[in-house]
C-alpha cells in the first residue's frame, strides 16, 4: 500500500512565523502536490513536483514555497505566516507513467491553525 | 478558467441506490477522478475515467461524457459507511504528461445515509 506521511496531525503558529509542514512517501513517485482544504472552497492546489529539485505553481501559490531536495520528501513552507492561511493541508504523490490513469494518493493532512 | 460543479449535499436510504452528479468546465481535459472522504481522514481514490462511457469497480460505477462535460457517480447497495463526502475532480492535462499536473477539485457532495 502507498503510504504518505505528514509529519504533524495538528500545528498551531503565530502570524509571522516561519512555518515547515513535510510530506514523506515511501512508494518511489516522481510526482509531488501540496493542496489546502478549506469549508465551502474544496480542495485547492498550492504548488506541485514531478522531479528532484523542479516545482509548478498551482492556483493558489501566493505566500508559499516549496522544497523537493529528496525524491520521497515534498515540504510546504509559509515564509510568513498570516491568519489567512489558517486551513487543512493535505500532501498527495502519484506515479509518472505517460497515458496511465495514476490516482493521487493522500495522505492524512496537517491541521494549521495561525494565532 | 475551471468550474466543476456538484450538488453540497444528498441524503438516501441504506439498500437504495444513488447518484451523484457532477458537470466540469475546464481549459483541458485528461480524465476525471472520483475520490471518497470521511471527515477527518485523507480523501481516498474511487475511480477514473478518460473516455466516455461507464466504468464499474464493485458497488461503485462512474460514467463520462466529455461532449457533455459530465459525469456521475453511482453507487449501489448503499451502506451506513458509505456516508461521507465525494469528490469530483478533473486533471486538466496542461502540464509535462506523466501525470504531473495537479487536479482541479469540486468543492464535494455530503452524502447522508439514513436508516
Known amino acids: 500500500d502507498v503510504k504518505v506521511t505528514q509529519s504533524s496531525r495538528y500545528l498551531v503558529k503565530r502570524t509571522g512565523e516561519k512555518v515547515f509542514l513535510e510530506c514523506v512517501q515511501d512508494?518511489?513517485?516522481?510526482?509531488m502536490f501540496w493542496y489546502r482544504q478549506d469549508p465551502g472552497l474544496g480542495l485547492r492546489l498550492i504548488y506541485f513536483?514531478?522531479?528532484?529539485?523542479?516545482?509548478e505553481k498551482g492556483d493558489i501559490p501566493e505566500g508559499y514555497s516549496v522544497s523537493r531536495e529528496k525524491k520521497e520528501r515534498f515540504s510546504l513552507i509559509l515564509e510568513s505566516a498570516s491568519t489567512n492561511q489558517t486551513s487543512m493541508y493535505l500532501c498527495?504523490?502519484?506515479?509518472?507513467?505517460?497515458?496511465?490513469?495514476?490516482?493521487?494518493?493522500f495522505g492524512d493532512g496537517t491541521r494549521l491553525s495561525i494565532l | 478558467g475551471q468550474n466543476i460543479d456538484q450538488p453540497t449535499e444528498m441524503t438516501a436510504t441504506e439498500g437504495a441506490i444513488v447518484q451523484i452528479n457532477c458537470t466540469y468546465q475546464t481549459s483541458g481535459f485528461n480524465g476525471l477522478f472520483w475520490y471518497q472522504q470521511h471527515a477527518g481522514e485523507a480523501p481516498t481514490f474511487l475511480s477514473y475515467?478518460?473516455?466516455?462511457g461507464l466504468e464499474e469497480k464493485g458497488r461503485f460505477s462512474s460514467f463520462l461524457s466529455r461532449s457533455k462535460g459530465y459525469s456521475y457517480l453511482l453507487l449501489k447497495e448503499l451502506q451506513m459507511k458509505d456516508s461521507a463526502s465525494y469528490l469530483c475532480?478533473?486533471?486538466?492535462?496542461?502540464?509535462?504528461?506523466?501525470?504531473?499536473?495537479?487536479?482541479?477539485f469540486g468543492k464535494g457532495t455530503h452524502l447522508i445515509i439514513q436508516p
Open positions: 475532480a478533473v486533471r486538466n492535462g496542461m502540464g509535462s504528461g506523466g501525470g504531473a499536473d495537479g487536479l482541479t
Open positions: 498527495a504523490s502519484s506515479a509518472a507513467r505517460q497515458g496511465s490513469n495514476q490516482p493521487q494518493h
Open positions: 475515467n478518460v473516455l466516455d
Open positions: 512508494m518511489d513517485h516522481e510526482n
Open positions: 513536483s514531478y522531479d528532484v529539485k523542479m516545482k
